[in-house]
Nanobody, 117 residues
Framework: QVQLVESGGGLVQAGGSLRLSCAASGSIFSINAINWYRQTPGKQRELVATITRGGSTNYADSVKGRFTVSRDNAKNTVYLQMNSLKPEDTAVYYC???????????WGQGTQVTVSS
């Protein structure tokens, strides 16, 4: 069992910052990686950032240099620090866990980020 809960979304002006949290519970040691995705109506789901079990990170070109993914192992939480936000960053952000030997998916409920111009 792995459960994920996102939080930290909200309304922010362009140029501002938000920090999203993905709190994991259950079989924490079964998690191979945490991904952040975002979904906007009319657009394909986009992989924003990844942090692996070993701490390696990857970012979409659209957010590279502005977003940072990190983790706090003591809190079983992964963060997505979003700086220099743009209106095009507006989306529902989801955390996704790749779990276990077969690398199956678990998803959080999503948190809305709205960036006003």
């Amino acid at each position: 069992q792995v459960q994920l809960v996102e939080s930290g979304g909200g309304l922010v002006q362009a140029g501002g910052s938000l920090r999203l949290s993905c709190a994991a519970s259950g079989s924490i040691f079964s998690i191979n990686a945490i991904n952040w995705y975002r979904q906007t109506p009319g657009k394909q789901r986009e992989l924003v950032a990844t942090i692996t079990r070993g701490g390696s990170t990857n970012y979409a070109d659209s957010v590279k240099g502005r977003f940072t993914v990190s983790r706090d192992n003591a809190k079983n939480t992964v963060y997505l620090q979003m700086n220099s936000l743009k209106p095009e960053d507006t989306a529902v952000y989801y955390c996704n866990a790749r779990v276990g030997e077969r690398d199956y998916d678990r998803w959080g409920q999503g948190t809305q980020v709205t960036v006003s111009s």
